[in-house]
Nanobody, 116 residues
Framework: QVQLVESGGGWVQAGGSLRLSCTAS????????MGWYRQAPGKQREWVAY???????NYKSAVRGRFTISRDNAKNTVDLQMNSLKPEDTAVYYC??????????WGQGTQVTVSS
């Protein structure tokens, strides 16, 4: 089972920026489309952004223009640059295969807290 490790979360004021990073063992990241997901308190987990193996990207409308997903296969990372953060972006952020299947377990995520 691949272990996904997310990092880079923290506390930031509204309007600020954070950069999240995801890494995994082996070639899991480079062989798959990858996505960032988030789960806010009391809400279901939702996808935020994804990037295909070819580098095409797509974003949830609420974050389009503010978030940028990227991948670096040489470094074995998938990053999420988050700018102009809003309180409603507060959530635990996870990376995983996109589209995800039930075989893809979740990592522990990284907490992002945006204060108003």
């Amino acid at each position: 089972q691949v272990q996904l490790v997310e990092s880079g979360g923290g506390w930031v004021q509204a309007g600020g920026s954070l950069r999240l990073s995801c890494t995994a063992s082996g070639s899991f990241l480079s062989r798959n489309g990858m996505g960032w997901y988030r789960q806010a308190p009391g809400k279901q987990r939702e996808w935020v952004a994804y990037i295909t193996t070819g580098g095409s990207t797509n974003y949830k409308s609420a974050v389009r223009g503010r978030f940028t997903i990227s991948r670096d296969n040489a470094k074995n990372t998938v990053d999420l640059q988050m700018n102009s953060l809003k309180p409603e972006d507060t959530a635990v952020y996870y990376c995983n295969r996109f589209p995800r299947s039930d075989y893809n377990s979740w990592g522990q995520g990284t907490q992002v807290t945006v204060s108003s």
